[in-house]
């Protein structure tokens, strides 16, 4: 670990970023030169303190979930994140693999989409980031690990959970769609990818799974019309709209309504009170 590069790595990228290149908003009387300390510890879920000795090359070895967090924070290209990486002492992460990297173009799109619904996921389904309306929508789903973190992992192994945010009639269709969507990723993955992984635990998992799989259909789900259901303000139809990044294997999904629909007066109400306003209610449902 060279914490001398390390330190200095990290300032700099910190002073060469603005507030409005991580969504934020600032008064007229900011002084400071790229964004302070708390600000980066802020977006990367860690105490200010932490991320201070880390600059300052006090702190022992950080992991690879921090370091993870710190280039997500930092708005960091790949190979902006393999340097931080080696130079933290670890190697650079595999980047055919599904981790917790984000592309830093994806992000800044998100950081300008504070009143809908959006999030970004992986090709498994996995949400890496999402925005106070999605999870005011969905749910905080930074809790989940290993294969949870796969929404289509869920949606066959806790069905009782996943599928409650959806009609039950729409549920088949969603089902086939999980699917299809899957084997598209393992396409793209290759055999010895994590998609393998997620498919053969959910063939001995579940076996509706495991039929719809001998079907072999392939398509990407996103762009869709469709109605989910809040624990709360009840049935809203959105229309889903996806942005990917060059290599598809991430998008960022945005979840619209009609201008002045109900379901447009619904949305509204979920960027207003956020997801604390529901997270009681969520929790005793088992969905957050």
């Known amino acids: ?4 590069a390390l330190g200095a790595f990290l300032s ?15 008064g007229p009387r900011r002084r400071a030169v790229g964004l302070r300390r708390e600000e980066v510890a802020q977006l990367a879920g860690m105490s200010t303190d932490y991320y201070t000795r880390l600059e300052q090359g006090r702190s022992p070895q950080p992991s690879i979930q921090i370091l993870g ?23 650079a992460p595999d980047r055919h693999s599904v981790g917790d990297y984000v592309a830093p173009a994806l992000l800044r799109v998100l950081d300008r989409l504070a009143d809908t619904p959006a999030l970004i996921i992986s090709a498994l389904g996995e949400t890496l980031v999402q925005n106070e309306p999605a999870k005011a929508l969905f749910g905080d789903v930074s809790h ?8 289509v992992y869920r949606w066959f192994v806790r069905p009782g959970t996943e599928r ?32 393998t992984e997620l498919v053969r635990e959910l063939t001995r998992k579940s076996p509706e799974f495991a039929a719809l ?9 996103f762009a869709d019309h469709k109605t989910l259901i809040h624990p709360d303000l009840g ?17 960022l999904l945005v979840l619209t309504a009609p201008p002045r629909s109900e ?3 619904k949305l509204e109400l979920l960027a207003v009170l956020g997801s604390q306003q529901f997270s009681g209610e969520r929790q005793q449902q088992g969905l957050g």
């Open 235 to 251: 049935e809203i139809e959105v229309d889903c709209q996806v942005l990917f990044t060059e290599d598809q294997s991430q998008a």
């Open 263 to 265: 379901a447009a007066g």
């Open 12 to 26: 700099r990228r910190r002073n060469s970023l603005q507030p409005s290149d991580v969504g934020a908003v600032v």
């Open 164 to 195: 409650r945010r959806y009609p039950e009639h729409d549920r088949d269709r969603q089902s086939r769609a999980q699917v299809a969507s899957l084997r598209a990723a393992l396409g793209a993955m290759g055999p010895n990818s994590r998609a």
């Open 1 to 4: 670990m060279d914490r001398d």
């Open 213 to 221: 799989w001998d079907e072999q259909e392939v398509h990407r789900r």
């Open 69 to 91: 967090s710190v280039a997500r924070a930092l708005r960091l290209t790949l190979d902006e994140r393999d340097y931080l990486f080696r130079v933290a002492g670890h190697s």
């Open 144 to 151: 989940y690990t290993g294969l949870e973190r796969s929404e």
